[in-house]
């Protein structure tokens, strides 16, 4: 590919609900520029962009994939990205290095549950978006309901630039409101015309409306307009472009990708009105080709022929071949050695990369997705890449011993590639969980566990760390005495229990008098106290907020030993536990959920259903309400997808630990019997 100036580079993240036709925009976009022959199909696997095994078979993205092409003199790096809202952290990640945003909206089915999160998460982070009205030749396409619901979401920055000509199978072209032009296409061929007769009042008024709505911006430009003087169309562009960099001013075009229809109209708004890394206001670093050069990783892959590959844009200066860096996280210092352009799994190796341009590099041994690397003094400060949080478990262990062998490093790998992924060992379950943002997240990890890194596994929902604790107080005596020829074992040990307060802990203390057990024994017997709370008590969980007193006990002269004490203090513990009328504490979660207003009281009702205690609901604006209510965890195992299916996707939940809670009694046995069949 030719090499570019910063000022001549667009990096546009293609974003929207699922189905929407994003990668056949994509693949569209591709053939217009003569990068491809012909475009290909997401049903039949030969797109570029969906390249992954994983994405073939399930006919869908569930990764960003970096699609560069060149455009009437410009670099136009096209970032394809899921629409499943289970792969909403790529859509994150897209963003973090995009410039500019189109929402590519379906004309049949309006504005989406998926359209409207990433419009969230870019407007969070001031990211300059348009829009793409796709699927106009589908049955039930409707351009200006789309254009109304778009307008209601997102409000009143929301500004067509182009109206289709003909509807459903009749849609032909599309109307400039800019030039009051028209573009007629014929096999993805077009030409240039007159705006049909049957739509001249309409377009000449929408495009009134239009050309008012721009020239209120610059002062100069209003000033010539109420004169009489009506501006050139390079005149709007430029004054519109300013409302688009600075995410005030939403443009919307329209086509179909599918039959190629003004996907050229798109690619010259996108280099026309789109910002290049330039002009994007306080953006830092200034993204200076001169200065000195430091990277943003923002994707890592694993890729079968060179191993992990990634993926960055140039936040300041050039990037050339063999350029050694300091990663800002590990303290390390990498080498770039051949940084390569990527075209889905296509590697094109590049004598240089400028700043605000993305490209790739193998085999970075210490680096991982988000970190910086930059000239070594140096301090680069980017934004986090914040993702959705993985909160939907399951427990996964080797299907044979050599699997599990294998499993830690396959997991670690796993994470390099999505750490949209969670991987946490649970001490008290002796569980490994693999945590994801929804089931079809979870599946394509596990998928890829198995085709990639050849390690099979066995899954189970996680299990809820219970905990045990006493009610009352009790005593008991541990006696710990063998004899097997030689030196015996002795150690006789006296203590009390009694409940803290929740939340306490474990406490030790002594009484001994006289000597009744040397000083040098008692850390033992404390020692074996501990571990057997750790064994787990009555109900088979581990023991917590106890305090027991070392009362008495006795000792050998020669048989006597701190593994001997240690013993009788394991066997003391669980004889005064039993007589301490032990119970089941239960963990309960803090669960806060942004949703509609509309489904307020279906997720009112479903909370409390899970035995939820709700402690406030306040506005959260935008229609929105919030919840917060402590749910006990046990309650919680699938309630992310559960959520999801409740208020169509449109709920949003975090989950935090709170505290222990006494397990109610109606609960005992079935809890109780669920851990003995683990």
Same mark, same amino acid.
């Given at each position: 590919?030719? %090499?570019?100036t910063?000022?001549?580079?667009?990096?546009?993240?293609?974003?929207?609900?699922?189905?929407?036709?994003?990668?056949?925009?994509?693949?569209?976009?591709?053939?217009? +520029?003569?990068?491809?022959?012909?475009?290909?199909?997401?049903?039949?696997g030969?797109?570029?962009?969906?390249?992954? *095994?994983?994405?073939?078979?399930?006919?869908?993205?569930?990764?960003?994939?970096?699609?560069?092409?060149?455009?009437?003199?410009?670099?136009?790096?096209?970032?394809?990205?899921?629409?499943?809202?289970?792969? $909403?952290?790529?859509v994150?990640?897209?963003?973090?290095?995009?410039?500019?945003?189109?929402?590519?909206? %379906?004309?049949?089915?309006?504005?989406?549950?998926?359209?409207?999160?990433? #419009?969230?998460?870019?407007?969070?982070?001031?990211?300059?978006?348009?829009?793409?009205?796709?699927?106009?030749?589908?049955?039930?396409?409707?351009?200006?309901?789309?254009?109304a619901?778009?307008?209601?979401?997102?409000?009143?920055?929301?500004?067509?630039?182009?109206?289709?000509?003909?509807?459903?199978? !009749?849609?032909?072209?599309?109307?400039?409101?800019?030039?009051?032009?028209? #573009?007629?296409y014929?096999?993805?061929?077009?030409?240039?015309?007159?705006?049909?007769?049957?739509?001249e009042?309409? =377009?000449?008024?929408?495009?009134?409306? @239009?050309?008012e709505?721009?020239?209120?911006?610059?002062?100069?430009?209003?000033?010539?307009?109420?004169?009489?003087?009506?501006?050139?169309?390079e005149?709007l562009?430029?004054?519109?472009?300013?409302?688009?960099?600075d +995410? /005030?001013?939403?443009?919307?075009?329209?086509?179909?990708?599918?039959?190629?229809?003004?996907?050229?109209?798109?690619?010259?708004?996108?280099?026309?009105?789109?910002?290049? *890394?330039?002009e994007? *206001?306080?953006?830092? *670093?200034?993204?200076?080709?001169?200065?000195?050069?430091?990277? @943003?990783?923002?994707k890592?892959?694993?890729?079968?022929?060179?191993?992990?590959?990634?993926?960055?844009?140039?936040?300041?200066?050039?990037?050339?071949?063999?350029?050694?860096?300091?990663?800002?996280?590990?303290?390390a210092?990498?080498?770039?050695?051949?940084?390569?352009?990527?075209?889905?799994?296509?590697?094109?190796?590049?004598?240089?990369?400028?700043?605000?341009?993305? !490209?790739?590099?193998?085999?970075?041994?210490? /680096? !991982?997705?988000?970190?910086?690397?930059?000239?070594?003094?140096?301090?680069?400060?980017?934004?986090?890449?914040?993702?959705?949080?993985?909160l939907?478990?399951?427990?996964?262990?080797?299907?044979?011993?050599?699997?599990?062998?294998?499993? !830690?490093?396959?997991?670690?790998?796993?994470?390099?590639?999505?750490?949209?992924?969670?991987?946490?060992?649970?001490?008290?379950? &002796?569980?490994?969980?693999?945590?994801?943002?929804?089931?079809?997240?979870?599946?394509? $990890?596990?998928?890829?566990?198995?085709?990639?890194?050849?390690?099979?596994?066995?899954?189970?929902?996680?299990?809820?760390g219970?905990? =045990?604790?006493?009610?009352?107080?009790?005593?008991?005596?541990?006696?710990?005495?063998?004899?097997?020829?030689?030196?015996?074992?002795?150690?006789?040990?006296?203590?009390?229990?009694?409940p803290? &307060?929740?939340?306490?802990?474990?406490?030790f203390?002594?009484?001994?008098?006289?000597?009744?057990? %040397?000083?040098?024994?008692?850390?033992?017997?404390?020692?074996?106290?501990?571990?057997?709370?750790?064994?787990?008590?009555?109900?088979?969980?581990?023991?917590?907020?106890?305090?027991?007193?070392?009362v008495?006990?006795? =000792?050998?002269?020669?048989?006597? %030993?701190?593994?001997?004490?240690?013993?009788a203090?394991?066997?003391?513990?669980?004889?005064?536990?039993?007589?301490?009328?032990?119970?089941?504490?239960?963990?309960?979660?803090?669960?806060?959920?942004?949703?509609?207003?509309?489904?307020?009281?279906?997720?009112?009702?479903?909370?409390?259903?899970?035995?939820?205690?709700?402690?406030?609901?306040?506005?959260?604006?935008?229609?929105?309400?919030e919840?917060?209510?402590?749910?006990?965890? +046990?309650?919680?195992?699938?309630?992310?997808?559960?959520?999801?299916?409740l208020?169509?996707?449109?709920?949003?939940? /975090?989950?935090?630990?709170?505290?222990?809670?006494?397990?109610p009694?109606?609960?005992?046995?079935?809890?109780?019997?669920?851990?003995?069949?683990?």
């Amino acid at each position: 590919m030719a %090499s570019v100036t910063t000022d001549k580079i667009r990096n546009v993240a293609l974003v929207g609900h699922a189905g929407s036709g994003k990668t056949t925009l994509a693949e569209a976009a591709l053939h217009a +520029a003569g990068v491809i022959n012909r475009p290909g199909r997401v049903e039949d696997g030969t797109t570029v962009s969906d390249h992954d *095994p994983v994405e073939k078979a399930r006919g869908s993205s569930v990764g960003l994939s970096v699609l560069p092409l060149d455009w009437k003199g410009h670099r136009v790096n096209l970032v394809d990205t899921p629409g499943e809202l289970d792969f $909403a952290g790529e859509v994150h990640a897209a963003l973090a290095v995009a410039d500019l945003a189109v929402f590519v909206v %379906s004309a049949v089915e309006g504005v989406e549950v998926g359209t409207m999160a990433a #419009w969230r998460v870019a407007a969070e982070a001031g990211v300059p978006r348009m829009v793409f009205i796709n699927k106009l030749d589908r049955e039930r396409a409707d351009f200006d309901r789309t254009l109304a619901e778009l307008r209601d979401r997102f409000g009143a920055g929301v500004a067509p630039l182009e109206l289709p000509i003909g509807a459903e199978a !009749a849609f032909s072209g599309v109307a400039d409101l800019l030039s009051d032009t028209a #573009w007629f296409y014929e096999a993805g061929v077009a030409t240039h015309g007159e705006i049909p007769a049957d739509m001249e009042d309409d =377009e000449h008024r929408v495009h009134d409306n @239009l050309v008012e709505g721009i020239v209120v911006a610059d002062d100069a430009l209003m000033a010539r307009y109420l004169d009489g003087d009506v501006p050139s169309v390079e005149e709007l562009e430029r004054t519109m472009a300013v409302g688009v960099d600075d +995410a /005030t001013v939403f443009p919307v075009v329209c086509g179909s990708a599918l039959r190629e229809v003004a996907v050229d109209r798109l690619l010259d708004f996108i280099c026309e009105i789109g910002p290049s *890394p330039l002009e994007r *206001p306080g953006v830092s *670093p200034v993204p200076d080709a001169s200065a000195e050069p430091a990277v @943003l990783v923002f994707k890592t892959v694993a890729d079968q022929f060179v191993g992990a590959v990634s993926m960055f844009k140039v936040l300041s200066g050039t990037v050339r071949a063999d350029d050694h860096l300091h990663n800002q996280r590990t303290g390390a210092d990498e080498r770039l050695h051949a940084p390569f352009s990527l075209r889905g799994a296509e590697h094109q190796a590049v004598g240089q990369v400028v700043a605000g341009d993305l !490209a790739a590099v193998a085999k970075l041994s210490n /680096t !991982a997705t988000g970190d910086v690397l930059a000239a070594r003094g140096a301090t680069v400060s980017v934004p986090a890449i914040v993702r959705p949080e993985p909160l939907l478990g399951l427990a996964v262990r080797g299907a044979s011993q050599a699997d599990d062998d294998k499993l !830690a490093e396959a997991l670690h790998r796993l994470l390099d590639e999505d750490p949209g992924l969670n991987v946490t060992r649970h001490d008290d379950t &002796g569980e490994t969980v693999l945590a994801g943002v929804g089931d079809a997240h979870l599946a394509v $990890a596990l998928d890829r566990l198995t085709r990639r890194y050849g390690v099979e596994v066995v899954t189970d929902p996680p299990r809820v760390g219970y905990r =045990e604790t006493i009610t009352a107080s009790a005593a008991a005596e541990g006696r710990h005495k063998k004899q097997s020829g030689g030196h015996g074992q002795f150690g006789v040990v006296s203590i009390t229990v009694a409940p803290t &307060g929740r939340g306490e802990g474990f406490v030790f203390s002594d009484r001994i008098v006289g000597g009744a057990i %040397s000083r040098s024994y008692i850390p033992a017997v404390e020692k074996g106290i501990v571990e057997a709370m750790a064994a787990g008590g009555v109900f088979g969980f581990p023991v917590v907020d106890v305090a027991v007193e070392l009362v008495d006990g006795k =000792e050998h002269s020669v048989d006597s %030993s701190e593994a001997a004490f240690k013993a009788a203090g394991r066997l003391a513990f669980r004889e005064a536990l039993a007589g301490a009328a032990p119970v089941i504490l239960e963990p309960v979660n803090r669960v806060t959920v942004v949703v509609p207003i509309e489904v307020q009281g279906d997720v009112l009702g479903d909370l409390n259903a899970r035995r939820g205690r709700v402690q406030q609901t306040d506005a959260a604006g935008d229609g929105e309400q919030e919840i917060v209510a402590l749910v006990p965890a +046990a309650e919680l195992g699938r309630y992310p997808v559960e959520l999801r299916s409740l208020t169509g996707g449109r709920g949003r939940l /975090t989950i935090t630990f709170d505290h222990f809670d006494l397990l109610p009694a109606n609960l005992v046995d079935q809890v109780r019997a669920g851990a003995a069949a683990r």
